[in-house]
């Protein structure tokens, strides 16, 4: 199993609706793209100063189906429509588990 974490910091441009329909963007990408086991999009609890905003984690059954997801066209629109615009910093790491 590959498990997929990316954490988002928005720019403050990116206002309460714009985050809740990136948010919802992301949550889709479940259905649009497929190939995960599960995906979890959530907006930081706010218990801590500093952290970032978005957490998104995809848990994938094998390194194929992380790649195939990765180059999904419909994921990449979905990065250049709804993330990258908003984005202030963006960090990730994949791993086995």
């Known amino acids: 199993m590959i498990r997929h974490v990316v954490v988002f910091t928005w720019s403050p441009t990116a206002d309460a609706e714009r985050r809740a329909t990136t948010l919802e963007a992301l949550r889709r990408l479940r259905q649009d793209v497929g190939g995960m086991t599960s995906l979890v999009v ?3 609890a706010g218990l801590s100063d ?11 059954p094998d390194v194929e189906a ?5 180059q999904d066209p419909v994921h990449l629109a ?3 429509e709804h993330v990258r615009p908003w984005l202030a910093a963006r960090s990730a790491v994949q791993y086995r588990f």
């Open 66 to 70: 992380y790649y195939r997801y990765a």
């Open 42 to 44: 959530a907006d930081d």
């Open 78 to 80: 979905v990065i250049a």
């Open 50 to 60: 500093g952290n970032s905003d978005t957490v998104l984690i995809a848990d994938f």
